[in-house]
């Protein structure tokens, strides 16, 4: 019987509906609202029970809040250079609003917030704008020689800015869809082995031999997701800092 009322509704899972009953429906308070604000909270719980202990051999909470605060300011320091250390707390902030996005997502009965397209380009929307402002801030009008690459031949003006505009405005384009689609194909994939191993084990004796196949690429799949997530949040976080090195210094 379970095979026969077993389907595939591999986007189902992104569905958003309202959660905390009345007052979650009053003001639309979706369960990707609650999976961000508790993001917020671990970010904000690991940063201050890391901190705060300030031990000279640091315990495993500290080491680890002391581990992500310098690998963000390297990564700072070193894509931007030494006048990037104030988008410090920006990029931090980003990288583990991502991170930990991508990473609840994979718990059993939880909801991965970065695999909408809103909730994306929502934060590429906000780093391509705070590049632009960093840029007219620090050049004033000389920001859109950007568009005109030095040497070119005035002739080919009509070509190169147009194609040099397009390709800055699609930076929040590439941002959020690489990441949003990184996120729904390896749901959509969990989904899939999911739905194939219950009705194979919906068929007996013989289903269940079959179910371990797609049991099996589950298990290997949950580790390339671990690598996925991790890997997403850090290159959204490094092209972050590539943007903001291009508006430092104009180039």
């Known amino acids: 019987m379970a095979a026969e009322h077993a389907s595939i509704d591999a986007l189902g899972q992104f569905k958003l509906h309202t959660v905390l009953g009345p007052i979650g429906a009053s003001v639309n308070f979706t369960q990707s609202n609650l999976l961000m604000v508790i993001a917020s909270a671990l970010i904000l719980a690991l940063m201050y029970f890391g901190a705060r202990p300030r031990a000279v051999v640091p315990g495993r909470l500290q080491a680890a809040a002391e581990l992500a605060y310098d690998f963000i300011y390297r990564m700072v320091s070193d894509q931007i250079g030494h006048e990037g250390r104030k988008f410090f707390p920006f990029v931090f902030t980003l990288f583990f609003f991502v991170l930990f996005g991508n990473l609840l997502g994979l718990l059993p009965f939880s909801f991965t ?135 430092v210094h104009l180039h």
Not at 120 to 147: M, N, P
Not at 201 to 225: H, K, R, S, T, W
Not at 236 to 241: N, P
């Open 113 to 247: 917030y970065t695999s909408h397209i809103a909730v994306t380009a929502a934060l590429a929307i906000t780093v391509i704008v705070l590049v632009t402002i960093v840029a007219l801030a620090i050049h004033g009008l000389h920001f859109f020689s950007y568009f005109w690459p030095s040497g070119a031949p005035i002739a080919l003006a009509p070509i190169i800015v147009p194609v040099e505009i397009i390709s800055y405005l699609s930076r929040p384009v590439s941002l959020s869809i690489r990441l949003f689609a990184n996120m729904v194909a390896g749901h959509v994939m969990f989904e899939v082995f999911a739905t194939f191993m219950v009705m194979m084990a919906g068929a007996g004796a013989v289903g269940y031999v079959g179910a371990v196949g797609p049991l099996a690429m589950n298990v290997i799949m949950m580790g390339f997701e671990l690598l996925v997530a991790a890997l997403q949040a850090y290159v959204f976080a490094v092209l972050t800092c590539i943007y903001l090195h291009d508006a």
